[in-house]
């Protein structure tokens, strides 16, 4: 009973850490959040929030289940207070057709993946996020590159703070998580943007109308691509996959779902503000653009970009004489747009931190022989949503308002930024997700308006059906047919991922549970995740003779090492040519005095994996460093401790045989 009595407790701190941050804020903005999204605005706020809570217990030295425990009870606790206090109505009335439209989007994805368990598990990069959350659970200790020892992890890993304690709580792995979660923020977003698109109409309209329209300005991203890939069975993506359609990356466990929904709320809060000129509004779009960086850092430039637009709107309107401001006026909004900078100063300091053993920059020029390429592929992807977005620029030139207007500009700005600005391992993608946010309203109003004479509802509403159809299509058989050739069985009643008993190695069971946490894993290249399933860092990942399809990652480990995360390419090789030698079957004693020297500087524990005794592993026993934890026909494991001298290698209390793995 008492321990039936524990679970519903952490279900209730695990719920409040969905939305009760979140409250924090909306309650004390209440006044220009319409009642029907405070909910809403709540929840996409939180996870944004809750990782700048995080940082201050790391310095305070809270573990990470502590961090869980109390800011859940705190969140919780302060919430109820301002709600009480300022008693804001919170009432989800009249979002309704939205949500369902926006569910109705996400029903593919949810059979699909529900249909295939291996998908929660393995899907595109999951298992390099997972690597991230794991080292959550040793805060305050900040995690490390899993991949490659002692490095910092170069990799957002703040944004998991949410995820990572309402699991923590529960009990329950995130990948078994993610996908709710995800489905809420996507409906979180769609819902957002049909809002700004009935400010971008200026009037109320029929709801589904709208609604259908803003589907299909989302959908419409890369119609070139899903039209020629239905009917080309060995059609490759002449603009991009990963924005085709846009839904599809709610599938994948990745911090930049929350991303896209707090910045949704950004461009409702910029929207209101052009439409009301409420300052209030204003200090939503800041907190909503912080959110929205700390979560996924990739999204600053496109925020920076907004702000910068915000400014340059202002100054027109000045020297135009449209609006002017009093002094108290001009005070509140100077003070505003320093918050606002100082968020910026704040995510930049982040991704400094993050970027300290990093040798290649996240952002750069793109260079002159690739722009013929980016522009095509820009006009390729977005094609259907500029010919509207010219279209109105064009034959309603005179009746647009500064609001719309604004929105255009951002829109093609952001697209252009996706030709111009480099992003690390070509990620530019992002410019056009957020760019698709700002487009998307001013699309939906023109649909909207076409659509609202005589029968034309009924050709949108087949419109939408066919495109929603295409995509599904498209979309198909990469969602069914994943790479998990080399994928185990995940066990699903534990917090931290691991293959299920049967599939477990026997030497990697005894690595997970008689090997010091801090320790450092040397072990031959493998398709498995295999510092996810041990829970220790390996000293380098290297990628296996025959390329193949790591699962959960979707790349080698150079290109993650080196590309996505940004480390020096020469200590990566260096880093192989040692673990190759600490393997080799013979080796000289100059040689295991030179490996010595190299892994002492990591001052921690170290784990040998190797088939059969190495000339490394024999060299060690022979000098009796270390002591072996596990021996079979086809495994070894050697264990050295930070001081060098390991245990009696006889020592039957140190030492685990087993028989063939």
């Known amino acids: 009973m008492a321990a039936m009595a524990t679970e519903a407790v952490n279900v209730l701190l695990a719920g409040s850490l969905a939305i009760a941050p979140g409250l924090l804020l909306v309650a004390m903005l209440a006044e220009v959040i319409p009642i029907r999204l405070r909910v809403l605005a709540a929840f996409v706020l939180s996870p944004g929030l809750l990782s700048l809570e995080l940082p201050i217990a790391i310095l305070v030295g809270l573990d990470f289940k502590q961090f869980s425990y109390l800011a859940s009870l705190l969140n919780l606790f302060l919430a109820v207070i301002l709600i009480f206090y300022f008693r804001p109505r919170l009432s989800p009335r009249g979002i309704g057709y939205p949500a369902l439209l926006a569910c109705a989007l996400t029903i593919p994805i949810m059979v699909i993946v529900l249909s295939q368990t291996f998908r929660t598990d393995y899907g595109w990069h999951n298992m390099m996020q997972v690597a991230a959350i794991q080292q ?28 990572g ?15 709710p979660v995800n489905i809420l923020h996507f409906i979180s977003m769609f819902v957002l943007l049909v809002e700004c698109s009935v400010l971008s109409l200026g009037r109320r309209h029929a709801p ?66 052009l ?23 990739l999204f600053l430039p496109s925020c920076m970009a907004v702000f910068a637009a915000l400014i340059a709107y202002e100054i027109l309107q ?21 918050l606002w900078i100082a968020s910026f100063g704040l995510v930049i300091l982040y991704g400094l931190f993050l970027g300290r053993d990093s040798e290649v920059p996240p952002f750069s020029v793109m260079q002159l022989r690739d722009f013929p390429l980016q522009f095509v592929r820009w006009g390729w992807i977005y094609c259907g949503i500029d010919a509207i977005l010219l279209s109105t620029v064009i034959f309603r030139r005179k009746s647009l308002s500064w609001s719309q207007s604004f929105f255009i500009v951002v829109s093609f700005g952001l697209q252009f930024a996706y030709v111009v600005i480099a992003v690390r391992d070509g990620v530019g993608y992002k410019f056009l997700f957020t760019a698709l946010l700002f487009a998307a309203p001013v699309v939906a109003a023109e649909i909207s308006r076409w659509a609202d004479i005589g029968s034309r509802s009924f050709v949108l509403a087949g419109v939408l059906v066919v495109l ?19 994928a185990n069985p995940v066990n699903i009643y534990t917090l931290e991922v691991a293959p299920e008993p049967n599939e477990m190695p026997s030497w990697l069971q005894v690595v997970r549970e008689k090997a010091p946490p801090d320790a450092v894993l040397f072990t ?35 290109r993650e090492l080196t590309s996505v995360k940004g480390y020096s390419p020469k200590k990566v090789a260096d880093r192989m040519e040692l673990l190759t030698l600490a393997l080799k079957k013979e080796i000289s004693e100059a040689e295991a005095e030179t490996l010595m020297k190299a892994f002492r500087a990591l001052d921690r524990p170290m784990i040998f994996h190797t088939s059969g005794f190495s000339g490394f592993t024999r060299w060690l026993r022979e000098k009796e460093l270390g002591r072996p934890i ?10 050295v401790d930070k001081a060098r001298a390991g245990s009696d290698p006889t020592d039957s209390s140190a030492f685990y045989s087993h028989g063939p793995t």
Not at 213 to 240: C, K, N, Q
Not at 258 to 266: D, N, T, V
Not at 278 to 297: G, H, K, N, Q
């Open 208 to 273: 589904l109308i709208i609604a259908a329209s803003t589907a299909v300005a989302l959908l419409a991203a890369g119609l070139p691509d899903i039209i020629l890939g239905i009917f080309r069975r060995e059609y490759h993506a002449l603009g991009d996959a990963r924005i085709t359609p846009m839904m599809e990356k709610i599938q994948n466990m990745d911090t930049m779902v929350f991303g896209l929904s707090s910045f949704a709320l950004m461009v409702f809060a910029v929207s209101a503000y």
């Open 165 to 179: 304690a309402i699991s923590n709580l529960i009990q329950i792995s995130p990948t078994r998580l993610f996908l």
């Open 318 to 338: 000045q020297i135009r004489g449209v609006k002017s401001f009093d002094r108290r006026a001009l005070i509140r909004i100077c003070l505003i747009n320093l």
């Open 275 to 297: 439409e009301f000129k409420r300052f209030s509004f204003l200090i939503l779009a800041t907190l909503s653009s912080l959110a929205s960086c700390l979560v996924y850092p």
């Open 136 to 163: 959550l659970n040793r805060l305050p200790r900040l995690p490390e590159e899993f991949e490659m020892a002692g490095f910092r992890l170069n990799y957002g890993w703040v944004g998991w703070a949410q995820l």
């Open 468 to 486: 929603f159809l295409s995509c599904v299509v498209y979309e198909f058989p990469r969602w069914t047919n994943p790479d998990l050739r080399f």
């Open 630 to 639: 596990f021996v079979s026909e086809t495994d070894v494991v050697w264990s």
């Open 524 to 558: 031959a290249p493998d398709e498995r995740p295999l510092a996810v399933f041990s829970g220790r860092a390996l000293y380098v990942c290297g990628d296996v003779p025959v390329p193949t399809s790591r699962a959960g990652y979707s790349m080698n480990c150079t």
